[in-house]
């Protein structure tokens, strides 16, 4: 069983949907990472929590640390969107590493 | 203001070749982090550097993979002798430091073994 696991793995949506992707990790952390990655692209951070909940214009993550549970949302959906969007969390222990999740596609559709 | 900046972005090499892929942190980052992304697999940590030091390397191949970054230059991860195997993006990432550090990714190199 992976350490960091995310659901689903693959989401298809219509432009303007409400989407969640959900993470659960199985270790103590110290921080959890959200990222996103284009095709044959870079990868950009998009939040790092530790505790609580953070928003960014459409995209809004949480966090609840005693369920080891993180979302991502993205509000208004929009074909841009389009992308893998990666869990990674820092572990308590060999803090200097993150371990990822395999990442959930998504595709918007307009 | 540059980003992380990795080079080159695509190489091809032959069975037997050597790889270097260079990876220049964020101005002022003196952590350094590889990461490799085999294809249709996830990321997975290869290594964590300081400047002149390797901190981390429990994600390395035991063989033909090194890697450093010295104090004056880019942070050099070095494929000796590439088999197929290693075809894959290799992508780095700075930090100031930290244990919470915020993370930066560079663009990737995606290194591809005929």
């Known amino acids: 069983k992976n350490e960091v696991e995310q659901s689903p793995q693959n989401l298809t949506a219509q432009e303007g949907e409400f989407i969640t992707i959900n993470c659960s990790y199985s270790v103590g952390i110290s921080a959890l990472h959200w990222l996103q990655q284009h095709p044959g692209g870079g990868i950009v951070s998009l939040f790092m929590l530790s505790s609580g909940k953070k928003k960014h214009g459409r995209l809004i993550a949480t966090i609840n640390i005693q369920e080891k549970h993180s979302s991502l949302h993205i509000t208004a959906s929009h074909p841009r969107d389009s992308a893998v969007y990666i869990c990674a969390v820092r572990p308590m222990r060999g803090a200097q590493k993150l371990v990822f999740g395999q990442g959930t596609r998504l595709t918007i559709n307009p | ?114």
């Open chain 2, 1 to 114: 203001n540059a980003g992380v900046m990795q080079n080159p972005r695509h190489l091809v090499r032959r069975r037997g070749q050597e790889a270097r892929l260079r990876c220049s942190p964020m101005k002022g980052h003196s952590h350094v982090y590889w990461y490799r992304q085999l294809p249709e697999e996830g990321l997975k940590f290869m290594v964590y550097l300081q400047k002149e030091n390797i901190i981390d390397e429990s994600g390395m191949p035991k063989e033909r993979f090194s890697a450093e970054f010295p104090k004056e230059g880019p942070s050099i991860l070095r494929i000796q002798q590439v088999v197929r195997g290693d075809s894959a993006a290799y992508f780095c990432a700075s930090s100031g430091g930290s244990d919470t550090g915020e993370l930066f990714f560079g663009e990737g190199s995606r290194l591809t073994v005929l």
